[in-house]
Nanobody
């Protein structure tokens, strides 16, 4: 069984920063891709950033230059550093990891950016 625990969400003013962390625990050999997704009210869940085992990173266009994703394989964690936050970044953020052949999702953490 694999469990994900997210932390770091909260309320911040526009222009501020937050760091989200996701730690995986359980019985597994290695984690393949890791990533962060978000879902705003009334909208579909969208990918924010992903990082592979080899370190290949992708970002959705709206966060490029503001968000940074990183992972610590020894600690089975993935971190999303969010800077220059905007009100449109407000959403529930979810961690997702892939341990083949399936994926696992965190419980979600609320990020609210006030204008």
């Amino acid at each position: 069984q694999v469990q994900l625990v997210e932390s770091g969400g909260g309320l911040v003013q526009a222009g501020g920063s937050l760091s989200l962390s996701c730690a995986a625990s359980g019985s597994f050999f290695s984690i393949n891709a890791m990533g962060w997704y978000r879902q705003a009210p009334g909208k579909q869940r969208e990918v924010v950033a992903t990082i592979t085992t080899g370190g290949k990173i992708t970002y959705t266009d709206s966060v490029k230059g503001r968000f940074t994703i990183s992972r610590d394989n020894a600690k089975s964690t993935v971190v999303l550093q969010m800077n220059s936050l905007k009100p449109e970044d407000t959403a529930v953020y979810y961690c997702r990891i892939i341990i083949l052949p399936r994926d696992y999702w965190g419980q979600g953490t609320q990020v609210t950016v006030s204008s």
